[in-house]
């Protein structure tokens, strides 16, 4: 049932910015209307378009757009209000490089600025009571896996079990020392086995669960899985820990979860991606084709070999891609068991591939 929302997913991000901008130009002519009637002049018609192109942008810069499942309706209320401050602000800073605030009621802005907030957090309060109810009857929903079912694993499972509202679908959890099910849910596996399984099944979240004491098996994991398309969570048991992270915290029922990275491949926001990535190659090799034509040259005089040569990675879906760059090493022939991977000072290293390494150019 998951499938039928998903397919209207690509329309959510577009839908709500749409709506947020007329509400917003919307509240702002009320008021102009109850407060000053008649109908809008030539300051208050740009007023209305700038608000109806601020808000989204902003907002989306904020991150407003973003999913807010399983996190609290005053944490989204806070970064709404962040944002709308600072489109007031550059309202402010417009009106007054344009001399023209004495154009504008000052009692109906502020008017305006108090209810937007309000306005807005109402349609979303209403969204996600919608959202909710369908979440409860198996719409909207996210595949997710746990790794790690110690105490602070143990009570993420129940929360999540009993709070269906939020749509997580537990297919599993990864641990050492479990071994049939952690509160019904199946152990798929020991710590190291969650990244293969996240690989071959791609699930929306992955949350790693592991107690604080393990620093260093955490490191791993999160390694492991930084280059996969699943959204990674950190589930901390303390929060002074040593681990170089920066991400947002979301509340999973009270259950601190450090959003790492999200991931971006969803609906609209996946083909958005493609266009600008095409584009924007496509522009970015046409501006720098004679600065790799140089580099082209530089490197078959320097050394015999190839120009160019491949490594595989890992892309969408976990999916392995060929990537190429410029080469900067002395070719070697093929059939070795294991290659020495390039170290400071290598003698494999071209006199040009020093340059090209020490400039990120290769």
Known sequence: MSGITR????????????????????????????YLGGQLGPDYQIALLLVFFLIPIFFNFFGVYRSWRGVGLFNEFKVVCSACFVVYLLLLLLGWGGKVTHEYSRLLFGMWMLALPLVLMLYRFILRKFLRTMRKHGYNSRT??????????????KWIKRNRWTGIRIQ???DD?????????????????????????????AFVALPMSREQEIKHTIDKLSDTTTSVYMIPDIFCFDLMISGKIAYMGGIPAISLWDSPFYGLSSLLKAISDFFLASVILLIISPIMLVISVLIKL????????????????????RVYKFRTMKVCQDGFDFVQQARKEDPRITRIGKILRRTSLD
């Open 7 to 34: 397919s209207f997913e690509p329309l959510f991000t577009p839908f709500n910015q749409f709506i947020d901008g007329v509400v917003s130009a919307g509240l702002l002519w009320l008021l102009h209307y109850i």
């Open 144 to 157: 997710a896996v746990i790794v790690g079912a110690d105490e602070i694993g143990q009570d993420l499972c």
């Open 172 to 174: 599993g959890v990864f």
């Open 177 to 205: 020392n479990a071994t049939i099910s952690v509160d019904g849910i199946p152990v798929l596996g020991s710590v190291d086995g969650a990244e293969e399984y996240i690989r071959e099944n791609n699930p929306d979240m």
């Open 302 to 321: 320097d050394s015999k070999g190839p120009v160019l040569f491949s490594q595989w990675r890992y892309g969408l879906n976990g999916q392995s891609i």
